[in-house]
Each structure stands twice: as structure tokens, then as C-alpha cells.
């Protein structure tokens, strides 16, 4: 274990469980392990569920997952539509959606809907419209090609407005919850990131206006949904960039921004296509030897946050040991699980049970695809 993660996780100590019943940002959770957002790919031509999809959201629910969180879901028609994501973009999206909450809620299960403007960091199909960009500097992992196009102020505006209109469709599709995506290099992380904003306006220059964007959605949706429905936010720890990055301490202050606008729980990543080698969202813990990577970062948010709004992890975990302790010696509320649960859906059940066998996953990230992901030893599973 890092030595620094093991100095915080003695740091202090509390009664609590991972099984505990317990309420996560809002939200009633029979335990504290989280189905942290996954991209599936299962979307069909109008960006619909499919039912493999369903199946896969059946699935997680009887398989013990906490809380469920949707792979990004598309909320602004002024973006192309990436093939096999989700969309929540028009009313026409409800419909197709409420069969995937009433599937989740059927098996047991809660969902939190979670809601994006992708920006740069897209796959587009040949001949689409331009990707919408802060300032137009390309990603240094290329997803896109030919110029950006900059977001004007009124662009801006209208895309908040989309955001508020993606939460009310969530909210009436039936969600639990809907959690913003402000990490990884999407549009609002890139807002963010001074490497990739040089924007000389409102939106641009001081971490305020860096942040403006998505603190102005975040107050988006709290004024069209109410105080009581849950809002979650995504958020880098860092962009663990060689320069030009948000840094920690201003993570920390984006976090309280964004709580004092209306944020019930954040869950706290980090990394982006730029990062530094083996810095990213996604990391090899074998390579790294680094398990359990923001672990550090979100105990210290906790401690800041504390009582004001609940604080999650994901990266790294791989045991329940590990995870048990990182939650009765910091502040921290929920763990977030994302590749471990593509090989075993019903791997917090297993915990659950008494097994204290780590997760199978190896962290080699060769399920991640366009579109049906799935674990590669599922795959082979299925076609012996």
C-alpha cells in the first residue's frame, strides 16, 4: 500500500461497514460499494437502451452494487451523437428510459443517471459536425480531427440550459439520482484544465471563471429539480498533467463551489488523455503497484467536506479488506467500483457472503470498446 495512503487511512477511525445499510448523497443504499459509471456501448441507433443493455442493468442490481451509476448519457442536441451512447437529449429519451429504471428498481436496485457534454474528448463518425471545444487546443490523444469549434458565450448558455433539461428527463424517466460528469477531459473538465482553456472571458483565466460552467449547471439543475433530489458531481482529484493541469488544492475548492451550489456527493477521480504516462483515469495497478490510487486525495476532501456532503472513491480497490478499512479510518462514504464489475457483476454479493477472495480483475482495460463492453474473460467464457 502507499505510504501516503496508509498514513491517512490510520489517521482516524469510526465505526462503519461496507454492508451497512445506509443513505449515499440523498440516497437510501443497501451497502456503500458503488457501480461507478461504466461507458457499455449499448445504445441503439437513436441511442436507446437496448435490451442487452437491460439485462446488463438487471444483472448489477442482483449482483449487490450499492448504487448504480449509468454510463455517460448524452444531453445536448448541439453535439453528434457518438455511436452506441445513450442519449438523454429530447423528450423522446424518457420513454426508452423508464424502462431501464423500472428494470433496476424491479431487481432491487437504485440508478443515478449519469449526465455529459462530451466536448473534444468524442469519437466522431467521418463527415460529422465539428467537436465544441473551450479554446479549440487539440486533445494530445488525438479523437478528433480538423479544427474545434469554439464555444461562443451564448453556446455556453444554451448548453447549461440543455444540462437542466437532460436532469428533469432524468428525473421524470424515473433515476434515483443524476450525477454531472465534470472529470476525465469532457467538456467541463476541460473548462478546468488551463491547458485547455484559454479563454479570455467569464469562462477563462481564474479558477472561478475556469469552474463557472459547471458550477452554472450544477445550479442548473438544483433550480428545476428542487433541493431534495439528489445531484452527485464526478470530479478530478487532479489532471496529473506535466503542466497546465488543475491541481489538487484547486480540486478542493472546485468541490466546495460546487457543494455550496447544490451538490449532495462527489465522487473524486482524476486524470485525462493528457496526462502523464500511467497518471490517467485508467491505470494497471500490476504496472503501478499503486492500488487504490485516489484514495489519499478523497480521504482529504472528506475531512474538508465533512457534514456538508458525502465523498466517494474509485480507482484501485480490488479487496474487500482494503476497502473496509479505508472506510473506518477516513471520512470517506462510498468506494466506486467500475472494471471489477464487468467480470464479476455479482461481485458485492460474493463480499457480501463472507468471501474475502480479491476481485478477479486484472486492470489490463482490454475491455473498453465502442460498443458491448464487456470483460474479455467473459467473452471467452461465452464462446468455449
Wanted: with cysteine.
Amino acid at each position: 500500500m502507499d505510504k501516503r495512503i496508509a498514513i491517512i487511512l490510520r489517521s482516524k477511525e469510526r465505526t462503519i461497514m461496507l454492508f451497512d445499510k445506509t443513505q449515499i448523497g440523498g440516497i437510501d443504499a443497501k451497502c456503500r460499494i458503488i457501480r461507478s459509471a461504466t461507458f457499455e456501448g449499448m445504445a441503439d441507433t437513436n441511442g436507446f437502451p437496448t435490451e442487452r443493455l437491460l439485462q446488463n442493468y438487471a444483472t448489477l442490481a442482483d449482483g449487490g452494487s450499492g448504487i448504480i451509476i449509468t454510463g455517460m448519457m448524452a444531453v445536448s442536441p448541439m453535439e453528434p451523437h457518438q455511436h452506441s451512447q445513450i442519449r438523454i437529449s429530447s423528450d423522446n429519451c424518457i420513454e426508452p428510459l423508464q424502462k431501464l429504471t423500472t428494470c433496476v428498481h424491479e431487481h432491487g436496485g437504485k440508478v443515478v443517471a449519469q449526465l455529459v457534454v462530451m466536448g473534444s474528448a468524442i469519437a466522431l463518425p467521418e463527415g460529422s459536425v465539428k467537436a465544441i471545444s473551450p479554446s479549440g487546443i487539440q486533445e494530445k490523444v488525438v479523437t478528433t480531427e480538423g479544427p474545434l469549434h469554439i464555444l461562443e458565450t451564448k453556446e455556453i448558455k444554451q448548453l447549461v440550459q440543455d444540462m437542466a433539461k437532460a436532469v428533469v428527463r432524468a428525473r421524470k424517466a424515473g433515476f434515483d439520482g443524476i450525477q454531472i460528469h465534470g472529470a476525465h477531459g469532457y467538456l467541463a473538465s476541460k473548462f478546468l484544465t488551463p491547458y485547455f482553456n484559454h479563454r479570455t472571458d467569464e469562462y477563462g483565466g481564474s479558477l472561478e471563471n475556469r469552474a463557472r460552467f459547471l458550477i452554472e449547471c450544477i445550479m442548473a439543475a438544483r433550480t428545476v429539480v428542487g433541493p431534495d433530489y439528489p445531484l452527485w458531481l464526478k470530479l478530478n482529484s487532479a489532471d496529473y498533467m506535466e503542466e497546465g493541469g488543475m491541481t489538487f488544492e484547486e480540486s478542493k475548492e472546485v468541490m466546495s463551489m460546487a457543494v455550496s451550489s447544490g451538490i449532495n456527493a462527489i465522487e473524486v477521480s482524476g486524470g485525462n488523455t493528457a496526462s502523464l504516462p500511467r497518471q490517467g483515469p485508467i491505470r494497471a495497478i500490476r504496472r503501478t503497484k499503486e492500488p487504490m490510487y485516489f484514495a489519499s486525495y478523497a480521504a482529504e476532501a472528506a475531512t474538508v467536506l465533512k457534514g456538508k456532503a458525502d465523498v466517494g472513491v474509485v480507482g484501485g480497490f480490488r479487496n474487500v479488506s482494503d476497502m473496509e478499512t479505508c472506510l473506518e479510518s477516513t471520512d470517506i462514504s462510498f468506494i466506486s467500483l467500475s472494471r471489477p464489475l464487468l467480470r464479476e457483476p455479482d461481485l458485492p454479493r460474493r463480499w457480501r457472503a463472507g468471501s474475502q477472495d480479491p476481485a478477479l480483475c486484472i486492470s489490463c482495460s482490454r475491455c473498453f470498446k465502442a460498443e458491448n463492453v464487456d470483460c474479455i474473460f467473459n467473452e471467452k467464457a461465452a464462446d468455449n
